[in-house]
């Protein structure tokens, strides 16, 4: 592929005309950008709130493109799921973020990874088996995986996805609905689906400690998601207060920017090591 010539000021919005000179850019350097390794992971740590312990990092996937910087993934993933990239896209973040997991494990930090996975990815022939090979190649136990999808990628064909979650499972993989409260939500499926845990959407989460609708949508989550006998995990934590809070009504997980930001992997075995301001709060 050649690279496309762009100046950094042509911003890119996902809704734009699907045949856009921008869009067809975007898609070409996507393409690209693969094959050049322009990509590159963050781990955000899953806190729980109970013992202090990380429970798992989050990888979430940046682009570093030579021209535009660094990209986000809210800017390219809906195109590249759009035009039929993402599942190579999956494939690598597994790939990386489960040889990632193998090289802390190696330097004596036994922690666990989540990665996103798309609703089209979740529909591959192969993707079972692809997550599989990716465990055994890196050499980590499947419980020390979380896969998290959001409730669209079973609203698409929900007895198809369903088929593949129960084969995730019996794999031996942690499972993850991501988002709840944003976009499609079924309560229907929810109560059906094989998953261990359940994210509630940082839009609630962030404003909780100042607006009491939202305060109490958390409430009502937190306790729907554990009528289901399934952990609850809330993203979005940017303060103490809202850390306290979720403690106070019972949430069993936290993830936020005041725990911790997204942080480069080489960060990571010394944040794992470094005494944190959130078990002062536990005692
Ligand atoms: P998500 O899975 O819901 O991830 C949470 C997003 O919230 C991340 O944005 C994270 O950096 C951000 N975040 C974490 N803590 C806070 C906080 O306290 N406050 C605020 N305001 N934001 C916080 P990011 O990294 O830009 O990712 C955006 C979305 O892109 C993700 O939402 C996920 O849907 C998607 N994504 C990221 N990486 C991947 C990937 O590897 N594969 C796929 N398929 N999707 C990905
Ligand atoms: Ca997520
Ligand atoms: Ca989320
Ligand atoms: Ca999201």
Redesign the pocket.
């Known amino acids: 592929y050649a690279k496309s010539t762009r100046t950094p000021a042509q911003v890119y919005t996902p809704r734009a005309d699907v045949n856009s000179a921008a869009r067809l850019a975007l898609v070409s350097d996507l393409r690209w950008a693969l094959l050049n390794e322009e990509f590159r ?2 781990y ?1 740590p899953k806190v729980s709130i109970v013992e202090g312990r990380v429970t798992s990092l ?5 682009w570093h493109d030579p021209v535009r910087g660094v990209v ?3 800017t390219f ?1 809906p195109v590249a ?1 759009q035009v039929g990239l ?1 599942s190579d ?2 494939d690598w ?1 597994l790939a990386t973020s489960l040889r990632q997991c193998r090289a802390w494990q190696d330097q004596g930090s036994y922690v666990s990874v989540a ?4 609703p089209p ?1 979740l529909h591959d022939t192969d993707f079972v088996q692809g997550v599989r090979r990716h465990l055994e190649l890196a050499g980590i136990p499947p419980h020390r995986l979380t896969l ?1 999808i ?1 409730e669209g990628a079973v609203m698409r064909d929900p007895a198809h996805a369903l088929r593949v979650l129960h084969d995730l499972r019996a794999l031996g993989v942690r499972l993850s609905i ?2 709840l409260g944003a976009g499609q939500s079924s309560l229907t499926y929810l109560r059906q689906l094989p998953v261990d845990e359940v ?1 509630i ?2 839009s609630f989460v ?1 404003g909780m400690s100042e607006v009491a609708d939202d305060d109490a949508i958390v409430c009502a989550l937190v306790n729907l998601v554990h009528t289901l006998r399934l952990a609850v995990v809330a ?4 303060d103490e207060r809202t850390w306290q809070r979720l403690r106070q009504i019972g949430c069993d997980t936290a ?4 725990l911790s ?2 942080l480069d992997p080489e960060l990571v075995p010394g944040w794992l090591g470094a005494p944190h301001r959130y078990i002062d709060l536990l005692a």
Do not use: C, F, H
Not at 58 to 62: M, W
Not at 115 to 118: A, E, G, M
């Open positions: 992971l963050q955000q989050e990888a979430l996937i940046r986000g993934p809210d993933i799921e993402i896209l999956t973040v990665v996103n996975v798309s990815t998290e959001t991501d988002d994210k959407d940082k962030m993203e979005g934590v940017e993830q936020g920017y005041w930001r997204p």
